[in-house]
């Protein structure tokens, strides 16, 4: 473990687990604090709107389980937290940032590719959350092949594939680990705003035309920002659109 890992957080490395996610779910009522929760192997990983989650070896496979009080809402702003924390980490591991953004609502790009994708999870009931499970994969060593990806999606890529740089999983999770951690302090000292604007920084294809498309519809139009409930905001043929879930697509 790294010397800067962040006091009070938890660290659990397992060799295989069906999906790091569910065992959040499944050890978060005995947690007393925030825990990662690291796999070197996933048998049944996961991503967004239930689709399986493509792992090559030598993936990094984390899940960060924590007990936030904050509404539902507002805990789901947590993803750009996530999303700057990885930033930095590929930073950290490469030396710069050239080539890095971040793609609404919760990916990470290196040089245009997939490099990375975060899931959140929570339960509880009604408005009162039991806990909170970010869930990140990473392409360290290799990127699942284009056809293994949603037709029209962003073509995966992998750390070492993009720069010739190889990092272990542990070795990530030491830099991300205490990413994650300043901007969580951030998030919950000052708020969305600063997270907001750090992530604009770096947002891909800002002021650009992309398309959103969400279960019911399809939107295409210049992205303009992310508004302060982070919503994509989009200036469109019939005007201005303010979207809440959809597919990216560029």
């Known amino acids: 473990m790294s010397s800067n890992w962040p006091e009070g957080v938890g660290r659990h490395v397992l060799t295989s687990v069906d999906s ?16 990662w929760i690291l796999a070197h192997e996933q048998t049944k990983g996961r991503g967004r709107r239930g689709r399986a989650w493509v792992a090559p070896k030598g993936h ?16 789901a ?19 710069r940032a050239t080539g890095l953004s ?4 919760n990916d990470v790009l290196l ?7 975060i899931l959140l999870e929570s339960a509880g009931v ?6 909170l499970a970010i869930g990140i994969g990473v392409n360290l060593i290799d990127a699942p092949m284009i056809e293994q990806v949603e037709q029209g999606a962003v073509a995966p890529v992998s750390l070492a594939g993009e720069t010739g740089i190889t990092v272990t999983p542990e070795e990530f999770l030491d830099l991300l680990a205490p990413a994650y ?16 604007e750090a992530w604009l920084d770096r947002a891909a294809k800002l002021g650009e035309v992309i398309t959103a498309r969400t279960m019911q519809s399809e939107y ?3 992205f303009d920002t992310v508004d302060a409930e982070g919503n994509l905001v989009l200036s469109t043929a019939k005007g201005r659109e303010v979207i809440p879930a959809a597919e990216i697509f560029f």
């Open 111 to 117: 040089n245009g590719g997939k490099i990375a994708g």
């Open 20 to 35: 790091t996610n569910e065992e959040a779910r499944r050890i978060a009522p005995g947690l007393l604090g925030p825990t």
């Open 60 to 75: 990094f496979s984390a899940t960060l389980v924590m007990h936030p009080k904050e509404p539902p809402q507002v805990v």
């Open 220 to 222: 295409q139009g210049r």
């Open 77 to 95: 702003l947590r993803s750009f937290v996530a999303s700057l924390a990885l930033y930095d980490a590929f930073a950290a591991a490469t030396g």
């Open 126 to 131: 009604g408005t009162q959350m039991g806990h």
């Open 181 to 196: 951690a300043h901007y969580e302090a951030q998030f919950t000292t000052y708020g969305f705003d600063p997270i907001r």
């Open 102 to 105: 971040l793609k609404w609502p």
